[in-house]
């Protein structure tokens, strides 16, 4: 009964690389994100979709593509990995409304890029 | 300047002390605070959750925001070692969107 998920936990590849990690809800939430956790546990939004649609896109560089092919479904997609991608991803996922505010993260996926 | 400044720690307290964890912040156009729990290893939980000043209470959990100082706090009573985490300040401004600006978090241990 998991509320918010990822896969995978881990992923170590090297530069160049091209990688997804995938992210799924079953809170029935409309909005879901993405974050990016640097080594010192600074927590950044990088996306956010609400029902499919792009509301929010921080300065990311465009090798991070998001999609969403439903609402409760938000993939990333990250190509030619470079060192200073190495961080921990959340998902997290939120209720509409004024409840918006609550959001609900993912265990997170280790990323490492060597 | 970050927009939200938090004691990274780490704070160590025996068990059974009262924990204050405070954030500032600079925009004055936040109106919702949040504070998130993380253990090691594991995503963040939102644990309490303030609309624009004053206190709410939650069991052991007390959070207090003061807009006018820029300051919002968590106290934590009779502090268990299940409590040890990194707790992490979230804040939103009104119409802001989803969009939540965090602290770097606070790590806590409460010793035996």
């Known amino acids: ?114 | 300047q970050k927009e939200v400044e938090q004691d990274p720690g780490p704070l160590s307290v025996p068990e059974g002390a009262i924990v204050s964890l405070n954030c500032t912040y600079s925009n004055s156009a936040f109106q919702y605070f949040m504070w998130y729990r993380q253990y090691s290893r594991k995503g963040p939980e939102l644990l309490m959750y303030t609309y624009s000043s004053g206190n709410k209470e939650d069991g052991r959990f007390t959070a207090q925001v003061d807009k006018s100082s820029k300051y919002i706090s968590l106290f934590i009573r009779d502090s268990q070692p299940s409590d040890s985490a990194t707790y992490l300040c979230a804040m939103s401004p009104t119409g802001g969107g989803n969009k939540l600006t965090f602290g770097t978090g606070t790590q806590l241990k409460v010793e035996l």
């Open chain 1, 1 to 114: 009964d998991t509320a918010v998920s990822q896969t995978p936990k881990y992923l170590v590849t090297q530069m160049g690389n091209d990688k997804s990690i995938k992210c799924e809800q079953n809170l029935g939430h409309d909005t879901m994100y993405w974050y990016k956790q640097d080594s010192k546990k600074f927590l950044k939004i990088m996306f956010s979709y609400n029902n499919k649609e792009l509301i929010i896109n921080e300065t990311v560089p465009n090798r991070f593509s998001p999609k969403s092919p439903d609402k409760a479904h938000l993939n990333l997609h990250i190509n030619s990995l470079e060192l200073g991608d190495s961080a921990v991803y959340f998902c997290a996922s939120s209720p509409p409304g004024r409840r918006s505010y609550e959001q609900y993260f993912g265990p997170g996926t280790r990323l490492t890029v060597t």
